[in-house]
């Protein structure tokens, strides 16, 4: 609706300038790339009709400051306070001149409850009597996010991209954390079973610089420059996060082709908040990249991508890196924990659309490199490892009236010999993965530490690839890993307008087992993890994006590789479950 | 054709059957010839003498201790060695800086090597040194100590239950410096079995590697990958494939394209020297590990009817701690009878065959460990192991039992106060009061701290006796039982080598004095023909694996497991106890819930009591096996 006004205000703006300069003759209406329209003579005018006003006429006329706060004259008022409505702090009018501001503020509140593999700690026990490894597994998580974003825009964003745009968006965090065991949290085990932390992170801080226009329909190349998002696919399966790079960016022929070209460094994170950290070393880590898109190919309503990205990480040369709770982080508290460096290079060929009613995601990764000193195998010299690894996924769906019904897929291969120097298993540079029920499915948001395996998770926080890395946000990545394999359907279902649920059910498993055997010293029966089920609701009271109100939860049936190694459900363990309640508010 | 093929491969696999079943039987015949000792040291000479080495020690010993032969290659000068950490640390604190013959360290690294090894893990001393540290690993900020802190004082010349004299014998026998984390000692092997140990000390320093994260070219772990070479462990067993917590253990930093030579030299038989209470001149066959002659020899199902434990010997074919009844609780006054201490002895033996290993390849091998059960005066009253045990687990299960029994005891605080202050060498090492560690405990665990009756683990005792408190934290302290980390180091833990170190230090001179009970606290007063072992007659352990034993609320005696991961020790004495309780129902079995070290709070932390493992059976997803018991 709000885009509506915008148009329908620009329509009159532009209805207006045409009065004033009406002094040539009409001209038929023009499209770029199109023969101009022949002039059509109108029908006689009805002679019972008003007459038309007059050309040459004086016309009447209100005076308004600029074309921008016309529609004040018809009663809608600026206020700021609504963002909804016509707003000068929403861009929706110059400040000055061409300058438009844009203020946001999104309030993003979770409260998480979830049961997860926790070890009892290690020196010291919360509790008398904790005389097994495994401990007590609830937990819960209140986390705020105070997102705040204020954009400098120069240029008439109507139908053309800005001219220029500067953009802060400073988040501010809080987050308060309890658990059963010691020693979960920080590593020292003093400190006891709940924490609480806070953080303001650096999310965006960019110029962005509008080169040229290269054709009519406003194709154009543009430069940004400074933290800003990025993602590199449709799903986040290889990098999604706000990082400091430059990026050339632009389209072609019409929109159907759009590239980015870029590089980035990555700047360390905050532990607790997963937000930028200032003030840290600059990990020595970059990603050069570019990709192309080409939509509507091969048919109208599939857009085609592909990617090549060079992800080069020099941390082999660095100190150890302990994060705030005290943990290793870098080298990996896992093998040799030799520190190692790496160059991987990721191909990558992805598509998302749809072919008719049947709509369609797909993504297809090849990684190859090296690293430079083999976790498991550099025992008297670094042992270099050759990474050959490779990613595919595929989410079809399809609608029936108010119901989607979809089906998942993927497979990132795995290593089957740590010790010989080939790495065959799949990891990304940061992965954010919109997919299987994302953050709403057990899997993806819980991190399932590898006990009793080293100092890594099996599958980190907002990630599904079973990467044995020490955490997405300080981690290298590790292409020693088993590997993932998850196979699952899920369903949407727009009950309202403002409420959709949705259910996912996917199978979760190692591709291959012998990293985790190794680690833990211990044969695994099965490769499978299980069954990872979940429902989610999204409600939109007021059928905008305003307010969204969101839960779901989640629970894993643990397959047999998974009881191998955890205490299930069962007589030995409980299950494992992620509840979460999510309220976002934006201005 | 798919059928022919079929027949044709079950054909070879039941001939490989065979092929493998007979190679393991010869391959547990395996000993090392007096030929192999030439080779050996005739190895180490060439590489010496190509690294400009003018002089050094290497000692070459058999999987139960004895000293095969200790070569000496200038024996004009005797080589001397340093102890150090290499943190600086001065002379006056425990064995840091003291100098002694090289030969003491030659022989105490190939000890450690043929001790920690087995047919399902080889370690060596580089293994060591990293399992005895202040972190495990070495350097990594906030991680507990070695998951072995300690057991560097293990196989001590003092001890009751090793071997003792120069004469070749029975095993398993006593080191002069217990187990060394010195890098240059390494298993030796034949027919996949370990044969012995090869121990170099060339470069004078004796030491440890505290920084793991590069790649060393020690003089003398470089003189020792030579002297190994056909000698050398199976790949797949190596330190370097086992993993503890994800991480691989390390085995050495160099291998065979560091070293420069590939033929042996000659060996001058007379510098095979004479280490006075260790080993005679000259140099020997090593015994059959297995036989009646090594010491160590399977029960033949006579003592343990149940099981395939094997036993130690003394020599003449007499079991050495067979199944008896307690002497002090005698069974009448709520001793345990020998079948008491039979069964729980048993019972844990059970639970290891079942225990998925965490130090052993291939993946799925049973834990291999050597239980022991004392009295509540110290005496043993039962002592077995499963076939493949590394034998450093032997003495060291006798002292987890018996440092159990210690803390548990409400006499300690007393005993350990009437030592006084010890003057070892005058001006130079001085040892305080062990009243001190005794306040520092009171201190931190309350004014009744080891005189009133809580029953410790071996696992709590190492939570006390680190130099970090809590474990691997720094900027608090160290744990009471353990020095000041500006002095502490693996070679001066604290009260662990206070208590001992007395003895080591008479014994440097090379006097052949007989074992004297390693401390000098008192004497068990135990009836018995006998003299009873002191208190801690095989020293003070102090990483985890046992337990001390009640009969309802009366302390009656203590288990002490060792040789596999520290949780799978902890688990196989605390299940078998339990599950010896419940076949039993005579009222003996673990210390009551209520009165154990983790109800405790030590400086605010709670103590540990025992750690079950994670996924602790072969076959089977059990967890949580112990919670409750």
Sequence with gaps: MRRQIIILCLALASTQQAYATDDQDEQARRRPGRPEQERRDLPPIDPNAIAPPARILPRETIPVPDRWRIIESVGVKDNWLDPYNQNTLKADRPVFDDWFVNLAAISDTVYELRALPTPVGFQSSARAGSVDVFGQEDQNVFNQNLITSLSLIKGDTAFKPPDLEFRLTPVLNYSRVKVQEDRVLKIDPRAGTKRTDGHIGIQELFVDYHIRNISDRFDFDSIRVGIQPLTLDFRGFLFQDQQPGIRLFGTRDNNLWQYNIGWFKRLEKDTNSGLNTFGSKVRDDELFFANLYHQDFPVVGYTVQGVFAYNRNREGNDKPFYDSNGFLQRPASLGTERPSGYDVYYAGFNGDGHFGRLNLTHSIYAAFGDISANSFTSVTRNEKAKIRSYFAAVEPSMDFDWIRLRAQALYASGDGNPFDNHARGFDAIFENPQFAGAETSFWIRQPVPLIGGGGVAMSVRNGMLINLRTSKEHGQSNFINPGTVLLGAGADFDVLPELRISANLNHISMAKKEVIEVLRNQPLTSKSVGWDASVATIYRPTFIQNVVFRASAATLFGGGGFKDLFAVDGDSGKRFYSVLFNLILTY | ?629
């Design chain 2, 1 to 629: 054709m798919s059928r022919t093929l079929r027949f044709s491969i079950r054909q070879v696999l039941t001939s490989l059957a065979v092929v493998i079943v007979f190679l393991a039987a010869s391959a547990q015949a395996q000993h090392l010839t007096v030929d192999d000792v030439d080779r050996v040291v005739g190895q180490a000479l060439a590489e010496a003498a190509s690294r400009g080495v003018s002089n050094g020690s290497i000692a070459v010993t058999d999987r139960v201790g004895n000293i095969l032969g200790v070569y000496v290659i200038d024996t004009s000068v005797a080589p001397m060695l340093t102890v150090s950490s290499g943190r600086g640390i001065p002379l006056g604190n425990g064995l840091e800086q003291i100098e002694l013959p090289a030969v003491f360290g030659s022989l105490a690294k190939a000890l450690t090597s043929a001790y920690l090894s087995s047919s399902g893990n080889a370690f060596s001393t580089r293994t060591a040194s990293l399992i005895v540290q202040e972190n495990f690993y070495p350097g990594e900020q906030g991680q507990p100590g070695g998951p072995l802190s300690g057991v560097q004082f293990s196989q001590l010349p003092c001890s009751d239950l090793l071997q003792f004299g120069s004469e070749f014998g029975p095993g398993p026998r006593r080191s002069p410096l217990g187990l060394s984390a010195d890098p240059g000692g390494f298993p030796l092997y034949k027919g996949g079995v370990v044969v012995g140990g090869v121990g170099v000390m060339a470069d004078g320093t004796y030491g440890l590697d505290a920084m793991v994260s590069d790649y060393d070219r020690n003089l003398d772990e470089l003189i020792a990958t030579a002297a190994l070479r056909g000698f050398e462990s199976p790949v797949d067993i190596r330190a370097n494939r086992i993993t503890v917590e994800g991480k691989v253990f390390r085995y050495s930093d160099v291998d065979l394209a560091d070293v420069n030579t590939n033929t042996p030299s000659l060996v001058n038989l007379a510098n095979y020297v004479k280490v006075a209470g260790y080993a005679p001149a000259g140099r020997r066959a090593g015994s059959i590990f297995g036989t009646i002659t090594s010491g160590v020899r399977p029960d033949g199902r006579r003592d343990y009817p149940a099981l395939d434990v094997w036993v130690l010997d003394d020599g003449q074919g007499a079991t050495r701690y067979a199944p008896r009844a307690a002497l002090a609780p005698v069974p009448a006054a709520g001793g345990l009878s020998a079948l008491e201490a039979q069964t729980i002895v048993s019972d844990a033996l059970t639970i290891a065959f079942r225990a998925r290993a965490q130090i052993r390849r291939p993946l799925g091998s049973h834990a291999q460990v050597t239980v022991s059960v004392v009295d509540a005066e110290s005496n043993v009253l039962s002592l077995a192991r499963t076939p493949d045990a590394p034998v450093f687990g032997v003495d060291v299960s006798l002292q987890k039992a018996r440092s159990a029994l210690f803390f548990s005891r409400p006499t300690s605080a007393a005993e350990l106060r009437a030592i006084g202050q010890q003057v070892l060498i005058p001006g130079v090492l001085t040892i305080a009061p062990l009243g001190s560690y005794v306040d520092a405990m009171q201190q931190f665990v309350g004014p009744e701290a080891l005189s009133n009756g809580i029953a410790y683990a071996e696992r709590s005792v190492g939570n006390l006796a680190r130099p970090f408190y809590p474990d691997g934290l720094t900027g608090f302290g160290n744990g009471p039982l353990a020095r000041p980390y500006s002095v502490w180091s693996p070679f001066n833990t604290g009260l662990q080598l206070d208590l001992v170190l007395g003895d080591i230090v008479a014994r440097l001179d090379g006097s052949e004095r007989a074992p004297q009970g390693c401390t000098a606290l008192p004497q068990a007063s135990s009836p018995s023909p006998t003299p009873g072992p002191t208190r801690l007659a095989n020293g003070l352990q102090i990483f985890a694996g046992g337990v001390p034993i009640y009969r309802g609320e009366q302390l009656i005696g203590a288990i002490g497991v060792s040789g596999d991961g520290i949780d799978q020790d902890d688990m196989i004495a605390f299940l078998g106890l339990h599950n010896a309780a419940q076949r039993l129902a005579t009222g003996v079995g673990n210390a009551p819930a209520a009165r154990r070290a983790d109800t405790v709070a030590a400086s605010g932390v709670n103590l540990r009591y025992v750690n079950c493992p994670v996924t602790p059976f072969l076959g089977s997803r059990e967890q949580r096996v112990c919670v409750g018991k």
